[in-house]
């Protein structure tokens, strides 16, 4: 039951994106269509995973073993930007098209903070790696759903007859808030 209320709560009360507001660069960088939200989303989602999973053991393992837990910032920011040259590799040569759409954002997961936040936030809650693992995956989740509704809705709007003066990046701001304002209906399940 544990293990459900870590995963429901980094989904839809915790969402790094809506509640914590992590991970903000990205989401309203790569959010105009639901395709190149959804890539950046798998990205973001193999990307934090398996930074959470490595950076528990490194914490663990090293860090801790050595006495040098005042390093896991820096630590943690090298296996981020590993796995991100990794995934941008990866994407390069298995889908060009999502490449090139994904532009900039793809490396900027590098400095995204939710990955970063994600791993601190592991070590800071004393989670096991099953935990952790859980969460990492949870987090993964609400990212990839908060930025692929939004890139709906973007979508949606694009077609809207919305003011002039709201056209663009004040009426996604607007529309964000309105997303985070509706996931605060989620409190209540924080009782799991």
């Known amino acids: ?30 959010s105009k269509q639901v395709e190149t939200a959804f890539g950046m989303g798998m990205a973001v989602t193999f990307v934090m995973t398996l930074a959470s999973i490595i950076t528990y053991l490194i914490h663990r393992l ?4 050595l006495g040098i837990e005042y390093l896991q910032t820096i630590a943690f920011i090298l296996v981020i930007a590993s796995l991100v040259q990794f995934v941008e590799l990866f994407v390069k040569k298995a889908s060009p098209g999502l490449y090139d759409a994904l532009g900039v954002y793809l490396p900027l997961i590098t400095t995204n903070c939710a990955v970063l936040g994600l791993a601190i936030l ?22 990839m759903i908060a930025i692929v509704l939004f890139a709906g809705i973007r979508e949606r709007l694009a077609l809207a007859d919305v003011p002039e003066c709201l056209k663009g990046f004040p009426i996604a701001l607007i529309t964000a808030g309105l997303m985070s304002v509706a996931f605060l209906g989620f409190q209540g399940l924080s009782v799991l």
Do not use: D, W
């Open 122 to 143: 592991n070590i800071q809650e004393k989670y096991t790696l099953m935990k952790t693992i859980t969460h990492a995956i949870g987090a993964s989740i609400g990212f």
């Open 1 to 30: 039951m544990e293990f459900v209320a870590i995963l429901v709560s980094a989904i839809l009360v915790n969402n790094f994106v809506l509640a914590r507001f992590l991970g903000i660069c990205p989401f309203l960088g790569v």
């Open 62 to 65: 090293v860090l801790v073993n």
